[in-house]
T-cell receptor, first 115, second 113 residues
Framework: SAVISQKPSRDICQRGTSLTIQCQVD?????MFWYRQQPGQSLTLIATANQGSEATYESGFVIDKFPISRPNLTFSTLTVSNMSPEDSSIYLC????????????FGEGSRLTVL | AQSVTQLDSQVPVFEEAPVELRCNYS??????LFWYVQYPNQGLQLLLKYLSGSTLVKGINGFEAEFNKSQTSFHLRKPSVHISDTAEYFCAVRNNAGNMLTFGGGTRLMVKP
């Protein structure tokens, strides 16, 4: 089973600032996923990050707001830019457990509160 | 496109009582189905999965779920719950044509003493 470490685990941010979340996996993975979980809601996929190519964003999410880096097969970052209170959420990094079944391992999440 | 509906946003239940958390999905192709649990302030953990074969699948912590293709359901059950089962439970689906998981809205299970 993969071990996923996310930093920061939580943060309180000021409106208009940006924050970068790091995701480190203990094994090499081709695909990494970034999810958002708004308060009291389910998980919504933000984007899929593949090493060596641009991230693929889901409808409603854009690169300017959520730039993603994927410099190697064990690491990715998600930046939440120009934050507003509506960006207060838990951001979760995940990787496939088995590529042919879709099971995912999840990090513990990064809980952001924007004031 | 696929979607997942969890009919109950909250389920209160007394300790040692049975519980069923309902999940219905829609998809035009065959699917893989999952239940995840999220304990307070933690990430998601896989409870169980249906890929193929027997429609009754058993997971961790005494949970089981039954895949019903005709009713497009994958309800989660436990015959006797514990206080420690208090958590958010998410049903998720992936079709066999893609990699993306689609999650339901979640059901908060609240076990009372």
């Amino acid at each position: 089973s993969a071990v996923i470490s996310q930093k920061p685990s939580r943060d309180i941010c000021q409106r208009g600032t940006s924050l970068t979340i790091q995701c480190q996996v203990d094994s090499q993975v081709t695909m990494m996923f970034w999810y958002r979980q708004q308060p009291g809601q389910s998980l919504t996929l933000i984007a899929t990050a593949n090493q060596g190519s641009e991230a693929t964003y889901e409808s409603g999410f854009v690169i300017d707001k959520f730039p993603i880096s994927r410099p190697n097969l064990t690491f990715s970052t998600l930046t939440v830019s120009n934050m507003s209170p509506e960006d207060s959420s838990i951001y979760l990094c995940s990787v496939p457990r088995h590529t042919n079944t879709g099971e995912l391992f999840f990090g513990e999440g990064s809980r952001l509160t924007v004031l | 496109a696929q979607s997942v509906t969890q009919l109950d946003s909250q389920v209160p239940v007394f300790e040692e009582a049975p519980v069923e958390l309902r999940c219905n999905y829609s998809s035009s192709v065959s699917v893989y189905l999952f239940w995840y649990v999220q304990y307070p302030n933690q990430g998601l953990q896989l409870l169980l999965k249906y890929l193929s074969g027997s429609t009754l699948v058993k997971g961790i912590n005494g949970f089981e779920a039954e895949f019903n293709k005709s009713q497009t359901s994958f309800h989660l059950r436990k015959p006797s719950v514990h206080i420690s089962d208090t958590a958010e439970y998410f049903c998720a689906v992936r079709n066999n044509a893609g990699n993306m998981l689609t999650f339901g809205g979640g059901t908060r299970l609240m076990v009372k003493p």
